[in-house]
Nanobody, 127 residues
């Protein structure tokens, strides 16, 4: 059973930093993408970033490029999202997700979503 658990959310002032972690398990395929999505109150879900297991390629939404960095530690089955220069508009529940389909770019997953989602972690950025 695929399981994903996000953690690391909290309250931070604008300009501050947070690092989210996504612990995953139950993967039976070696090729996959893991991504971060967020949903603010009253808004649709937004793809933030994702990383490929095959070559480590990373993808970012324009809204977070240059501020957020996704990375993975395969030995720990954990993916991280380092968030710097946070803005109040980054406030949302952040979810990590995974997809085992192949042949698609990271941008595809950020736009269309992934197959498996874990429970989210709340990030609140105060002004």
């Amino acid at each position: 059973e695929v399981q994903l658990q996000a953690s690391g959310g909290g309250l931070v002032q604008a300009g501050g930093s947070l690092r989210l972690s996504c612990a995953y398990s139950g993967f039976i395929f070696d090729d996959y993408h893991i991504g971060w999505f967020r949903q603010a109150p009253g808004k649709e879900r937004e793809g933030v970033s994702c990383i490929s297991s095959t070559d480590g390629s990373t993808y970012y939404a324009d809204s977070v490029k240059g501020r957020f960095t996704i990375s993975s530690d395969n030995a720990k089955n954990t993916v991280y999202l380092q968030m710097n220069s946070l803005k109040p508009e980054d406030t949302a529940v952040y979810y990590c997700a995974a997809d085992f389909s192949t042949g698609y770019s990271g941008g595809y997953y950020l736009y269309y979503g992934m197959d498996y989602y874990g429970k989210g972690t709340l990030v609140t950025v105060s002004s």
